[in-house]
């Protein structure tokens, strides 16, 4: 797929830009604190709904100004899309969506219109971080690619936490103890969907992270991933979801909250054979994650049929020259994004469109 516009009114420090990028590579260079960053987030913000950096969508709307708006056109082999979001202040407006002249009514539809891969420093928490930052990361990429993924991953959450309301209740209300079934029914029933669908994708991921690892350490290091769960038994996942939940019923009540699920399923990231959060040097974590990204791209472009975009914020300048011209070598033919301080950043990678950003304005330079 490829961005053909990309429109900001009031976002951070935007008073109002157009660009139309380049197919290619888009640099976009600067001093520190000219918005560089507020490019990448606004195009991530189209794809999936969400800043990468804040929850508070107020904090993206221009200081002063009482709305915000991102507008992305793109084109993909089925036709063009165009997405747009306006941020409102005010605690009670939820942002707007708009998918081509239509209102989304559900943030689930805005997935699959901008497909992207986002990578950035912070992302070094996937391996260094808690379980939580990589059902994040496996969670978003699943949701870009299905709705139905997306629609049981909700729907699990909402389920637990109205069990774990009423587990906090229940000592005053034991009458509310029969309300379990109906929440452990929901809970089994959406998790082992979640379930299915990440234990499938960690396989497919693990292979294709593992090529982009050997292919980055020139063969030496083998990564490998696998998804890990307190489920015993892989078959017939929904019944031993509900078995589960309702042996740990008292041990849960007693706790006041549901110790067994996919909410504490985690991902293990190993290189040769020993876990990279504990025994990874601080470069063998880098580019742990950097395989694992180039493996969400390989995936995504598996699944549509084509290239996702990509957007590098700040990663270019941690990356040794080996790393670098593999990452070149991957990038050809993908409509990138990247943010640098310097151009020698880039190193001998390819240029295509350059834009100059100072202090919320954008000059381009065809390279
Ligand atoms: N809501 C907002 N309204 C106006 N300006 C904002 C808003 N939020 C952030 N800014 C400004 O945007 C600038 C930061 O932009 P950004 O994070 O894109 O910088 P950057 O060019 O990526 O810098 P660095 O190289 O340090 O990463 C800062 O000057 C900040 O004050
Ligand atoms: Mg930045």
Redesign the pocket.
């Known amino acids: 797929m490829k961005v053909n516009t990309l429109i900001l009114k009031d976002f ?2 935007y008073e109002g830009v157009e660009i139309q990028p380049g197919s290619g590579m888009n640099v976009f260079i ?1 001093s ?7 490019i990448i987030e606004a195009l991530h913000l189209c794809g999936v709904g969400r800043s990468h950096r804040t929850s508070k969508d107020e ?5 002063e100004q009482p709305f915000g708006r991102v507008t992305v056109r793109s084109s993909q082999q089925d036709g063009t899309h165009e997405v747009t979001i306006i941020l409102a202040r005010g605690q009670k407006k939820k942002k707007n969506i708009k998918i081509g002249e239509r209102k989304a009514e559900r943030i689930g539809e805005l997935f699959g219109h901008i497909c992207g891969v986002l990578f950035s420093p912070e992302d070094l928490l996937i391996v260094k971080g808690g379980p939580a930052e990589r059902r994040r990361f496996l969670d978003m990429l699943l949701s870009q690619l299905s709705s139905v993924y997306f629609y049981h991953l909700q729907r699990y959450n909402k389920a637990l936490s109205e069990r774990n309301a009423v587990l906090r209740e229940i000592s005053i209300k034991p009458g509310l103890r029969s309300t379990l079934d109906m929440w452990d029914e929901m809970l089994a029933d959406s998790g082992a969907a979640v379930a299915e669908r990440r234990i499938e994708a960690i396989e497919h991921l693990s292979a294709l992270a593992a090529l982009e690892h050997r292919h980055l350490t020139g063969e030496k290091e083998e990564l490998t991933l696998r998804y890990m769960t307190s489920l015993r038994d892989p078959s017939d996942l929904r019944q031993k979801f509900l078995d589960q939940l309702f042996s740990a019923r008292d041990d849960d009540i007693r706790r006041q909250t549901t110790g067994y699920g996919v909410h504490r399923d985690d991902i293990s990231i190993r290189i040769n054979n020993r876990e990279t959060r504990i025994f990874g040097s601080q470069g063998q974590q880098r580019s742990a994650v950097l395989s694992l990204k180039m493996a969400q791209l390989a995936y995504m472009a598996e699944s549509k049929g084509e290239n996702p975009i990509l957007l590098l914020d ?1 990663v270019m300048s941690e990356l040794d020259m080996n790393r670098r011209r593999a990452l070149g070598e991957r990038i050809n033919q993908i409509q990138t994004f990247v ?1 640098c ?1 310097d151009i020698s950043d880039l190193g001998e990678t390819e240029r295509g469109m350059l834009y100059q ?1 100072d202090k919320g304005t954008l000059n381009s330079f065809p390279q």
Not at 32 to 38: D, E, M
């Open positions: 951070r420090n600067g520190n604190a000219q918005g560089k960053t507020n904090e993206m709307i221009r200081w700040d943010t301080t950003v």
